[in-house]
């Protein structure tokens, strides 16, 4: 599965939000500078994020945003469902297929999907920003596992 970009841009904003102390506000621009990602295509994800309840919005010269809920309350999962528009492995219906109604294609695709999901489930983003922010405060530390 190929994850789209609004997902990728979605995970970065919480990566970088999660590396901030506690209350520590931050704003478009700064993630913007420092993931060289637009800003409006990064102003489209945060509001997905705060209308969702992942990230909070605070208005005002002297706002910003931070995440809403702990690192650990926060599944791969959930982000994953959240920014991506489609979860179909397969289109079937348009144009409609000469082999839809005698192939399992689809069937097995969605079980895999499902077990993919699934796996995802139990991973937060407490267990992928230790690891993230470990490398961007140890650059030259190379992990061996």
């Given at each position: 599965?190929?994850?789209?970009?609004q997902?990728?841009?979605?995970?970065?904003?919480?990566?970088?939000?999660?590396?901030?102390?506690?209350?520590?506000?931050?704003?478009?621009?700064?993630?913007?500078?420092?993931y060289?990602?637009?800003?409006?295509?990064?102003?489209?994800?945060?509001?997905?994020?705060?209308?969702?309840?992942?990230?909070?919005?605070?208005?005002?010269?002297?706002?910003?945003?931070?995440?809403?809920?702990?690192?650990?309350?926060i599944?791969?999962?959930?982000?994953?469902?959240?920014?991506?528009?489609?979860?179909?492995?397969?289109?079937?219906?348009?144009?409609?297929?000469?082999?839809?109604?005698?192939?399992?294609?689809?069937?097995?695709?969605?079980?895999?999907?499902?077990?993919?999901?699934?796996?995802?489930?139990?991973?937060?983003?407490?267990d992928?920003?230790?690891?993230?922010?470990?490398?961007?405060?140890?650059?030259?530390?190379?992990?061996?596992?």
């Open positions: 599965m190929q994850l789209t970009k997902t990728d841009f979605a995970f970065r904003v919480l990566i970088y939000l999660a590396s901030k102390k506690t209350g520590e506000l931050s704003n478009i621009q700064m993630i913007s500078e420092r060289e990602i637009s800003k409006s295509h990064l102003m489209k994800v945060v509001q997905k994020l705060v209308s969702h309840g992942l990230v909070t919005s605070i208005r005002g010269q002297y706002g910003g945003i931070l995440l809403e809920k702990e690192l650990d309350e599944t791969l999962r959930q982000v994953i469902e959240l920014m991506e528009a489609t979860l179909t492995p397969v289109n079937c219906d348009e144009p409609v297929c000469k082999l839809k109604e005698v192939c399992r294609l689809k069937t097995y695709l969605i079980q895999a999907q499902n077990q993919y999901l699934t796996y995802l489930e139990q991973f937060t983003l407490a992928i920003v230790n690891d993230t922010i470990r490398q961007e405060i140890f650059p030259d530390m190379i992990r061996l596992n």
